[in-house]
């Protein structure tokens, strides 16, 4: 961009991580060319978005996202800047210069811009000083900046978490203030931020740190509920637990995957509605279809959780109930199930913070790991003490039968 004549800059996170010796996650690049500018500098380049024209410049794997320098957000007569009456911006779409685009950043540390003309970090709003001391300091009035866009809240939890800074007294009390202003987001959006919050590798704390600006119970207001109701230390440590083990599984470079840990986040919900049903004489079964749906539907109202997530959600529950099937057939079939792997874990899990039996969640362990011989004899139905009759010889091979009498634990 520079050797074409522009002015161009790395900004936000790319700095602020840079600064803090941490690779950067991705580049952002800032500039006063317009789109169609950039797009003339660039053989790979191509422009996205509708509201705000950005070029995404492809570099075999990598993208770097450059953006026109964004104008002021003047004043709230401006028509290219509309709020609603929360006011929440709806509207800000004009290019402006790098003395404009600094303001409508969020936070200090988020609005450097390297300059790689002569390695300058251009800092217009003492962002540097919050930088050093470690500090998540919003630009301008927070109450007014968390108005204009609510998710600044969440976000600002996630760089706190993520970079070991604290957040600024006076961005603190304005969360407490307009904490509820979440629940004005679009569902979709709240998805794609709780994925970046809790699958982070820092999930556990990230879920305190939101429940204490009150901002969890947005996002998550029926698992919220069900830490409130239920009080025994139990319900809160699966979800701890879930988190935890995520949060360790990524620091040794694993994978973890969103349904498992929002079928954690929601087992709760799930088992106080189910209960509140079987209470009423409704079958069991059908308790829990009917309470999983009921949670999941409430729950994409303020996440929009994608099907295939839902869809994984509900077969980890559903195999909840099927792990009590040890004998016979079942235990062979169902290990062949593709989410066996998933709900064997969120036993363990529920073994492990007293919802379920630890005995049975042992069994299991070691069925999987036994040979196909030892897990025939681990499937056999104990005998009875005294005059059960045994119907199977030692050594028969019992056949894989459909209706086979008997083989409920
Ligand atoms: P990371 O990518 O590591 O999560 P980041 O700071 O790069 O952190 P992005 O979401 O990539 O975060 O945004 C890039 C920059 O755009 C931010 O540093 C900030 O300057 C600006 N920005 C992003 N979202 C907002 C927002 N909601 N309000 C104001 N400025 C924002
Ligand atoms: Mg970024």
């Known amino acids: 961009m520079q050797k074409e004549g522009y002015s161009a800059y790395l900004v936000g996170g790319c700095v602020r991580d840079l600064l803090l010796g941490r690779e950067p996650k991705d580049f952002d690049v800032v500039t006063n060319a317009d789109p169609e500018e950039i797009k003339k500098v660039f053989r790979n380049c191509r422009l996205i978005g509708r509201r705000f024209r950005l070029a995404h410049v492809h570099f075999g794997r990598e993208v770097i996202e450059v953006a026109t320098f964004r104008g002021a957000a003047e004043s709230s007569n401006d028509e290219k800047q509309v709020l609603n009456n929360e006011g929440r911006l709806l509207r800000d779409n004009v290019y402006g210069t790098i003395e404009e685009d600094v303001w409508r950043r969020d936070f200090t540390v988020n609005a ?28 301008g009035d927070p109450e007014t900046r968390f108005r204009e866009d609510p998710v600044r809240m969440i976000r600002a939890v996630r760089f706190a978490v993520k970079l070991g ?3 600024d007294v006076k961005c603190e009390q304005a969360m407490h203030k307009v904490a509820d202003l979440l629940s004005s987001i679009p569902s979709a959006r709240l998805y794609d931020e709780a994925i ?14 939101l429940r204490h600006y009150g901002l969890f119970k947005e996002l998550f207001p029926a698992t919220e509920h069900s830490l409130a109701v239920e009080d025994d230390g139990f319900p809160r440590q699966l979800l701890i637990k879930a988190l935890e083990n995520s949060d360790n599984r990524i620091a040794d470079g694993k994978t973890v995957t969103a349904y498992f840990l929002f ?15 079987i209470v009423r004489g409704v079958p069991e079964y059908i308790a829990y279809q009917d309470a999983a749906n009921e949670v999941i539907s409430q729950q994409v109202k303020s996440t929009a959780l994608p099907r295939h997530i839902t869809m994984a959600m509900r077969e980890v529950w559903t ?5 009590n099937s040890r004998y016979g057939s079942k235990p062979s079939r169902l290990i062949t199930h593709p989410r066996f792997r998933a709900g064997y874990d969120f036993l363990v899990l529920r073994a492990e913070t007293g919802g379920a039996d630890k005995e049975l969640a042992e069994w299991w362990g070691k069925y999987q790991e036994a040979n196909e011989n030892d897990q025939r004899k681990m499937t056999q139905p104990p005998r009875k003490a005294a005059g059960g009759k045994s119907t199977r010889k030692r050594g028969y091979r019992p056949r894989v039968k459909k ?7």
């Open 112 to 139: 450097l811009y390297y300059n790689i003309k002569d390695f300058s970090v251009v800092d217009y709003v003492n962002g540097m000083a919050d930088h050093k001391a470690a500090q998540l300091k919003l630009i």
């Open 165 to 167: 800074f604290s957040i």
């Open 196 to 209: 970046k919050l809790f699958l982070s590798g820092y999930g556990l704390q990230t879920f305190e740190m």
């Open 263 to 277: 079928a954690a986040f929601l087992w709760e919900p799930v088992q106080i509605r189910a209960a509140d049903k």
């Open 319 to 323: 195999l909840q109930s099927k792990f």
């Open 403 to 409: 209706t086979s009498p008997g083989n409920e634990a």
